[in-house]
């Protein structure tokens, strides 16, 4: 049995830092490298140093990693402090009028962090060179600098050993009162020139400032914004996004003074969106940015090094050809069957769709799944747990999003939705349905309420819980569905949808929420044609259409005759002129007709006309006869050499054409016969049309079987059978051509 270290736990949701750990033991089972991250941890220079993700992305994780790596490349490094620099507890809000210049003066977090950076590194210096700064501006030899600094920054400077923490400076400067905090960032002259000085290799590693402020996050929320609360005036996100902005500012403005000093920091990717509006410098700052994303592949691969650390008595024993799926979900679980789908798909797939592709969804989901015993992981205990905890990450993405979107009332919201896959008018109908709810609980008008609230949906898609479906993606013009990714979250995007192929659909991991509420009518309306999910292939079922195949009577002996080039070619001239507004018309043969459309009414329109300019041939009298069926088409794009060349070209597929083709020659002269799949498919039929039902004695070329009153059609004794009704179909008279 394999031994596993229990620090080296798998399916870790936090980025604690594993004691007595080496850097490549860290590495190696903890870190994914994608070529980003690869080249982050490769560089011997800081020439990347500030690390952005959403949250759930591993940010703190790879932070962690680089001052491991540090640690054991740079003996010298003087690095001080935790092994990542953090600030304590929480910010405090502050008043009405102080939070307003909080969140519009970015040069004052800007010179925050420029001085607890600039103390922390002088201070580390300090320690290194032995040097001691005069105990009071009154020494007998004060540096030049020391002389225009103020008393706090001082006593900051002579307790080098506690103020050794850019975090811990930042927050004790935010706990000054406003006077004495000016006065300390009087000082930030003396102490950049200062801070030139510093020629030993420092770095610090400063994290979780976007958790320090999080109690000025806004909560846009509609159920919150229905209530009034005295807080809301003393918060703002531009004051969470400026403390974070500021810290990269401050973390490239100090490494380009001096490259003696590295500031490696994480930032939310919410928050560094905004940089182009905060920073001239935003360009080059990206340039040094870490953004962290990740692929599929790249998250196949984090799942494969968590199996690895857990115990053996938690995985199913080895077998042939087992990989790390089999011994996570079992040699029966391995493959999970779709609950309405007549489909399968790899149980690993199954769990990544339920997630919203951030590696501590997949933590989460695979940690509940490992705490099964092996003996209950069975397939149906499998889906039960990744559905229900799933619901949980809804709430977990809602929660973090409240403070950037107007959320809709979800309590309110998903009673509305009745499908997975929704047209737009459904989507329209759900929207108008808790709107409407809306409207009654807040005994108002909606138009009240900011626009964002009157489109539900539309936050949805925006924070990648309502997809769609592009068409044309790849190089077979395949259609893929999309949601958007956290990494894509854009905070201000303006409302709307993307054009989608026919259906909206709602994410997987709010299928239970939206059971919950809705029961049995959600799950009978479940899609079924297609397994839901980030960028999975979206196939359309073939499409039922109408067929006619139309031949020409006696042209075997117009072969003969010098009307053969003349008949030819007016063929193809009466399938482009009366043919013109079908779906599909193809010549072949030289003397048959096939046509394909959705309308019925179209296709016999055509063959009324082709067989009035048949008959009406000016030189000589021609009759076409017509075999019909329906079903599902597509069309496939095959090459055909023509002149020396392979030029390409569509061909439709389906039973419907072979049923067409089998009926025609039993066709009587300028008739058409018709099975059951054509008539109804019209659905009851057409004004104007006459439909009769065949007996035996119209059709005498075919056989009959008189106990199931059914025709048989086969072209051989080899060819499959189709058994069907047959029936005539005619315009009741020539006027009613003109119908539809």
Not at 329 to 350: C, M, Q, T, W
């Amino acid at each position: 049995m394999a031994l596993v270290n229990p620090e080296y736990s798998a399916w870790r949701t936090s980025a604690d830092t594993i004691s007595d750990a080496s850097f490549s033991q860290y590495r190696d089972r903890l870190i994914h490298e994608t070529a980003e991250i690869k080249r982050f941890l490769s560089e011997t220079r800081a020439e990347h140093f500030i690390i952005s993700a959403p949250k759930g992305f591993g940010k703190t994780l790879l932070l962690i990693a680089k001052r491991m790596q540090l640690n054991e490349h740079s003996a010298e490094l003087d690095h001080g402090g935790e092994i990542v620099d953090r600030p304590a507890g929480h910010f405090e809000l502050v008043s009405k009028d102080r939070t307003s210049e909080y969140k519009t003066d970015f040069g004052f977090w800007r010179d925050i962090w420029a001085y607890s950076i600039s103390v922390a590194a002088i201070n580390q210096h300090k320690r290194r060179a032995g040097a001691i700064l005069p105990a009071t501006e009154g020494d007998s030899s004060p540096s030049v600098f020391t002389k225009r600094l103020d008393s706090w920054t001082l006593e900051l400077l002579q307790d080098s050993k506690r103020f050794r923490s850019p975090a811990l400076i930042f927050t004790s400067l935010l706990d000054l009162d406003f006077s004495t905090r000016r006065k300390a960032l009087g000082s930030l002259g003396p102490l950049s020139a200062m801070l030139n000085d510093v020629q030993s290799q420092t770095a610090f590693f400063i994290d979780n400032v976007d958790e320090y402020f999080v109690p000025v996050l806004e909560n846009h929320s509609l159920a919150f914004a229905l209530r009034s609360d005295a807080d809301d005036q003393r918060k703002s996100n531009q004051i969470w996004i400026n403390a974070q902005l500021a810290l990269v500012t401050a973390a490239f403005n100090i490494h380009r003074v001096n490259h003696h000093i590295r500031v490696y920091c994480t930032v939310r990717s919410e928050a560094l969106l905004k940089l182009r509006e905060a920073a001239a410098e935003y360009a080059q700052i990206l340039g040094h940015t870490v953004e962290i994303s990740y692929t599929r592949k790249d998250l196949e691969i984090i799942f494969q090094k968590n199996v690895k650390l857990m115990g053996d008595e938690n995985l199913f024993p080895e077998a042939p050809n087992s990989d790390s799926f089999g011994r996570f979900f079992g040699p029966d679980s391995k493959v999970l069957k779709h609950k309405f789908i007549e489909r399968s798909e790899n149980a690993f797939d199954f769990v990544l769709r339920h997630t919203f592709y951030r590696p501590r969804d997949l933590m989460t989901l695979c940690g509940k799944l490992a705490l099964i015993p092996i003996e209950d992981r069975s397939p149906t205990r499998i889906k039960e747990e990744v559905v229900a905890e799933s619901a949980n990450l809804v709430h977990g993405i809602l929660t973090e999003m409240k403070p950037f979107f107007r959320l809709p009332d979800t309590e309110d919201l998903l009673p509305c939705i009745r499908k997975n896959a929704l047209t737009i008018s459904e989507l329209e109908s759900s929207s108008a349905k808790y709107l409407n709810t809306i409207a009654r609980r807040i005994e108002g008008a909606l138009d009240d309420l900011e626009v964002d609230y009157q489109h539900p949906f539309c936050v949805l898609y925006q924070i990648g819980m309502l997809g769609w479906i592009e068409a044309d993606q790849g190089e077979d013009l395949e259609s893929l569905q999309r949601f958007v990714k956290p990494q894509d979250i854009e905070v201000d995007k303006r409302l709307g949808l993307p054009p989608t192929e026919k259906f909206y659909l709602i994410h997987p991991a709010l299928d239970r929420l939206i059971f919950d509420r809705v029961g049995r009518e959600y799950s009978q309306q479940f899609h079924r044609n297609n397994v839901i999910g980030f960028d999975l292939l979206w196939q359309e079922p073939p499409t039922s259409l109408f067929v006619i195949k139309a031949d020409l009577c006696g042209f075997s002996s117009v072969m003969e005759t010098e009307l053969y080039e003349s008949v030819s070619l007016k063929l193809h001239e009466w399938a482009k002129t009366t043919c013109d507004d079908l779906l599909f018309v193809e010549v072949t043969g030289g003397d048959s007709i096939t046509m394909i459309d959705g309308s019925a009414l179209n296709l016999l329109n055509c063959i009324f006309k082709l067989q009035k300019r048949a008959e009406l041939h000016k030189e000589r009298s021609l009759s076409f006869r017509f075999g019909g069926s329906a079903g599902p088409i597509t069309f496939e794009k095959i090459e055909r050499r023509i002149n020396g060349a392979w030029e390409s070209i569509v061909l439709p597929m389906g039973m419907s054409l072979r049923s067409s083709a089998r009926l025609e020659p039993h066709a009587p002269k300028g008739k058409l016969i018709v099975d059951a799949a054509f008539v109804q498919s019209m659905q009851g039929g057409v004004d104007g049309l006459l439909i009769k039902e065949l007996a035996p004695e119209d059709v005498p070329s075919l056989l009959y079987n008189s106990e199931a009153k059914l025709f048989t059609i086969q072209k051989s004794t080899t060819d499959p059978i189709i058994a069907t009704r047959l029936y005539f179909i005619h315009f009741a008279t020539e006027e009613s051509v003109l119908l539809g």
